[in-house]
């Protein structure tokens, strides 16, 4: 009698996104927020105390402790964040003016195979000039992408918990 010689594998799916693209380099979205300034690394590490006042003053979650900020040497901050839009990371930073107000936000990374609509110049616009007593709530000041809901709203949040890092841990 002659051994089947097949043996049979259990065989894991990978899921990697496909769609990814990086729009900036860190450096490149640094020169595009501030252009010709100089940045100095400023980065932080949240405090319990300082994460729980983040997330009270705007109902969204701290996930990671560690900012990555960089001051700008016109009195700006240049803060690199990211936030999943349905499945997938989105980074993107937010620029801050010496007042505190949004600057400029742009996308970094986006690896979603749709919503990356939020990478449209007048969505994007609805940010500047917002600070920490602006509500941002979609549908509210910021429109909603349809098609991008998800991500319009974790970007959103995500520039929320930026203005309130700023206030309570950079400013």
């Given at each position: 009698?002659?051994?089947n ?12 996104s496909?769609?990814?693209?990086t ?13 010709g ?26 996930r ?9 040497s016109g009195?700006g901050w ?10 997938e ?25 749709y919503?990356?609509?939020?990478r ?8 500047t000039?917002k ?31 930026v203005?309130?890092t ?5 400013k």
């Amino acid at each position: 009698m002659k051994l089947n010689q097949w043996a049979w594998l259990p065989i894991a799916a990978i899921s990697t996104s496909v769609y990814a693209t990086t729009y900036f380099t860190t450096e490149e979205a640094q020169q595009a927020i501030f252009p010709g300034e100089k940045l100095t690394p400023a980065f932080i590490t949240l405090t319990d105390q300082q994460a729980k006042k983040i997330e009270d003053a705007t109902d969204v979650n701290v996930r990671h402790r560690e900012i990555k900020a960089w001051k700008a040497s016109g009195g700006g901050w240049f803060i690199l964040d990211e936030v999943v839009g349905k499945h997938e990371f989105i980074t993107y930073a937010v620029g801050l003016s010496a007042d505190g107000s949004v600057k400029q936000i742009e996308i970094v990374d986006y690896r979603e195979s749709y919503g990356y609509e939020v990478r449209n110049p007048d969505w994007r616009k609805q940010f500047t000039g917002k600070t920490t007593a602006a509500p941002l709530k979609l549908e509210q000041d910021i429109h909603n992408i349809s098609g991008a809901t998800l991500s319009a709203r974790h970007v959103t949040d995500g520039v929320k918990r930026v203005l309130a890092t700023y206030a309570i841990a950079l400013k």
